[in-house]
Nanobody, 118 residues
Framework: QVQLVESGGGSVQPGGSLRLSCAAS????????MGWYRQAPGKERELVAS??????????DSVKGRFTISSISRDNAKTTVYLQMDNLKLEDTAVYYC?????????WGQGTRVTVSS
């Protein structure tokens, strides 16, 4: 069993910042990818950012230059992923989900809500 614990969501005004974190525990094994997805009301879940075990990062075009994904490792294995979100916009409002991949296996967090409003 893998547990993903997310934190850091909340409400912020446009232009503000938030930092999300996701800690993996349990029978993690080797994590090959950690990432953040989001789902806004009435929309499909979409990739926000991801980082591989080789530290290759990928960002959605809509967040490039504003969001930064990072991770920390324990015993040479990634276990925690962060998403620093700066210059937040109204359209960033969504539930953000952490996802990890261990080979072909994927696990999701419970989601954390981010609300950007004036």
């Amino acid at each position: 069993q893998v547990q993903l614990v997310e934190s850091g969501g909340g409400s912020v005004q446009p232009g503000g910042s938030l930092r999300l974190s996701c800690a993996a525990s349990g029978s993690i094994g080797i994590i090959t990818l950690m990432g953040w997805y989001r789902q806004a009301p009435g929309k499909e879940r979409e990739l926000v950012a991801s980082v591989t075990s080789g530290d290759s990062v990928n960002y959605a075009d809509s967040v490039k230059g504003r969001f930064t994904i990072s991770s920390i490792s324990r015993d040479n294995a990634k276990t925690t992923v962060y998403l620093q979100m700066d210059n937040l916009k109204l359209e960033d409002t969504a539930v953000y989900y952490c996802k990890i991949k261990r080979g072909i296996l994927a696990s999701w967090g419970q989601g954390t809500r981010v609300t950007v409003s004036s």
